[in-house]
């Protein structure tokens, strides 16, 4: 079954119920089917077809929504480019997928005065390329992880069935369409249940409560950071909002369990972490009727094997993992091993089978749920005719988890300002680095790699 099949549970089947809240507004799934069919006809007449690419470059707004669901309904490619994405690191995605149209705000109008509604669409298997994902490795350059309808068809059933979402639910989404997390878990769970959805053109913490006692939802997706900022929220606030829900779900980065501890006593909730990654979507989750063990990812989802080699690297087998890389079949061999995808994250297993994250085997740095690839920062900063050598590494911090912080060897002297004014135009405001300290030389060992752990342990406090 692809897609466009299992989203027909709702589109069709619950045509006249309410489906989507939107500045205000209520659209029913009817509508909501409607707006695709449309969109999808705007595509057609501007000559995309099965298995072309559309890049789609959009803050939260329904007619991302639209655009999807066109993609879905032609066998199109939906491609998402992060927002806060610079030229510099758009221009890689759209060398890379070479799509036949990148959608961003000025293309809209044009996109919107389609008519034609017809359901007339090809025949697709699931076995169909639904997204393009773009994540990077330790190499710099990002590569699209190929998501197919099967690939989301059975992330959503595990988590509908999972996490007992219901045509009953009201679902607030506030995190960014253009992540696997709100796109391959929000949009889908929603339109599978068949539950209500308000959609956010964002989180804002300063507006966050409004939203809650407001909308009232019972379902609530957010990263780390979202529960950090909810844990300012006033007491009372907090025990109305936890009246009405029924499950917060979080994800994308490691949850303290302090936090986990804070919010149960605000809100009377306990947060339900789980684990995935935009390759594989969802992998291991707690359990929603049994223990949400603190500190833990919980219990590997149904149909998903997981095992940890020798070095305490964490494998996933399973209809979750994404086909390959994109045109990248050397990236994709030295990803997977006799069918495993090798996750790069460390994990411990208890005796009763949770799962702990230790750590990453890649220097890949989490900063409020957006991934920060180091040696794209450090490759940028060497490129700069004073730098001589970089090396980017994560700082803690309270609200966004991790932060990255620049060392830097300089050939001539330049300000640290003037540095960070660069970065700030031509890197996504997120990677750039809080702080740049210069250094006499990085550590290396005997094969002239890096040796970050090094930098840190030099630079804390004794
Ligand atoms: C963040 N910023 C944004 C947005 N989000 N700008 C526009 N639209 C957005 N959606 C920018 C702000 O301009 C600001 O830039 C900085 O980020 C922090 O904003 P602030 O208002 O201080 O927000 P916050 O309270 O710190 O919260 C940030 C946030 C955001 C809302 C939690 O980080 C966020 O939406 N994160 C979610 C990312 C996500 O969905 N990841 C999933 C990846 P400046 O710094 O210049 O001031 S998918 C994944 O990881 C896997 C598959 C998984 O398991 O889910």
């Excluded at 959608?103 to 919107?112: I, Q, S």
């Excluded at 590569?143 to 007992?164: D, E, M, P």
């Excluded at 990453?360 to 050598?389: C, T």
Aim: hydrophobic share 40%; charged share 25%.
């Amino acid at each position: 079954m692809n897609l466009r099949q299992l989203f027909d549970i709702s589109l069709k089947n619950r045509a006249d119920q309410i489906a989507l809240e939107w500045e205000g507004r209520e659209y029913t799934f009817g509508e909501v089917d409607a707006r695709g069919n449309r969109m999808a006809h705007a595509l057609r007449s501007r000559g995309l077809a099965q298995g072309d690419r559309l890049c789609v470059q959009l803050a939260n707004r329904i007619e991302m929504i639209d655009l999807f669901l066109a993609c879905v309904k032609l066998g199109v490619i939906f491609v998402p480019v992060n927002i806060l994405y610079r030229e510099r690191e758009t221009s890689h995605i759209l060398s890379d997928a070479e799509p036949k149209l990148l959608v961003t705000e000025r293309e809209l109008p044009d996109l919107l005065s389609s008519t034609e509604q017809a359901r007339d669409f090809p025949a697709l298997d699931g076995d169909a390329p639904a997204a393009l994902v773009y994540t990077s490795g330790t190499t710099g350059a990002s590569k699209g992880a190929v998501l197919t309808h099967n690939n989301f068809a059975s992330n959503a059933a595990n988590l509908v069935a999972c996490w007992q979402i219901t045509d009953r639910d009201r679902f607030l989404l506030a995190l960014p369409l253009f992540h696997v997390h709100a796109l391959g878990n929000g949009v889908h769970c929603w339109l599978v249940s068949g539950c209500r959805m308000r959609l956010l053109e964002r989180f804002e913490h300063q507006s966050a409560t409004q939203q809650f006692l407001d909308f009232k939802p019972t379902l609530f997706f957010g990263v780390p950071t979202v529960y950090v900022r909810l844990l300012e929220t006033r007491p009372e606030d907090a025990r109305a909002i936890g009246g009405t829900m029924r499950l917060f779900v979080s994800g994308s980065a490691p949850l303290p369990a302090q936090v986990l501890e804070d919010f149960r006593k605000l809100f009377g909730h306990t947060i339900l972490e789980r684990y995935g990654m935009s390759e594989t979507l969802m992998n291991i989750s707690n359990p929603y009727a049994g223990e949400r063990r603190a500190g833990t990812v919980g219990l590997p989802l149904p149909g998903v094997s997981v095992r940890i080699d020798e070095s305490g690297e964490v494998w996933v087998k399973g209809p979750n993992v994404c086909a390959g890389y994109w045109k990248r079949e050397d990236a994709t061999r030295a990803a997977f091993v006799d069918g495993w995808f090798k996750t790069g994250d460390l994990a411990t297993r208890s005796e009763d089978g949770y799962y702990t994250l230790t750590g990453r085997r890649s220097d890949l740095i989490i900063s409020g749920g957006f991934n920060i690839y180091p040696r794209e920062i450090e490759e940028f900063l060497m490129e700069q005719a004073e730098v001589d050598e970089a090396a980017v590494i994560a700082e803690p911090h309270p609200v966004r988890g991790e932060v990255p912080v620049a060392y830097i060897v300089l050939s001539v002297p330049v300000e640290m300002s003037e540095l960070e004014r660069r970065c700030r135009e031509k890197l996504a405001s997120f990677k750039v680095p809080r702080r740049f300290e210069v250094i006499d030389k990085l550590p290396r060992n005997a094969l002239g790699k890096v040796q970050k752990h090094l930098i840190r342990r030099a630079q804390s406090p004794a």
